[in-house]
């Protein structure tokens, strides 16, 4: 049964990512790229709001014997996540460049839209 728990895992957080991308999507995001890799980490989604370049961390806590989804997301993955938004930032030209960008956190307690918390400029880069 061990054997099996990545793949569930993954199926999990796949399923939480499709939901997170559909959920902003309904509120006017617009979804660039899904699961955008670097060799310094990943970008669950990278979203367009406007003018505004979102990079999105997606988390998935079944449950808060670990301090919930929001506590996963600490300082080393905070700078996880803002070494690879820079990467995203200089492959993808002067476009990328020039645009405000921010850090938003998509929480869920489960696979259910009634339960995701999004929370705009979750942290900054600063």
């Not at 979203?47 to 449950?63: I, K, M, N, Q, Y």
């Not at 938004?85 to 002067?94: D, E, F, P, S, V």
Request: charged residues 25%; positive net charge; glycine residues 8%.
């Amino acid at each position: 049964m061990q054997a099996n728990r990545p793949a569930a895992n993954k199926s999990a957080g796949d399923a939480a990512e499709t939901l997170a991308a559909a959920y902003l999507a309904t509120r006017g995001l617009r979804v660039l790229e899904r699961n955008w890799r670097t060799r310094g980490g990943e970008i669950d989604l990278i979203c367009s709001d406007g003018a505004t370049l979102v990079f999105v961390e997606v988390r998935l806590r079944t449950h808060s014997g670990y301090g919930g989804a929001v506590a996963s997301i600490a300082n080393p993955k905070q700078r996880r996540l803002i070494l690879a938004a820079r990467h995203y930032l200089m492959t993808h030209g002067a476009a990328a460049d020039d645009r405000p960008c921010r850090f938003d956190a998509v929480l869920l307690d489960g696979i259910d839209e009634a339960r995701i918390e999004w929370i705009r400029n979750a942290f900054s880069a600063d």
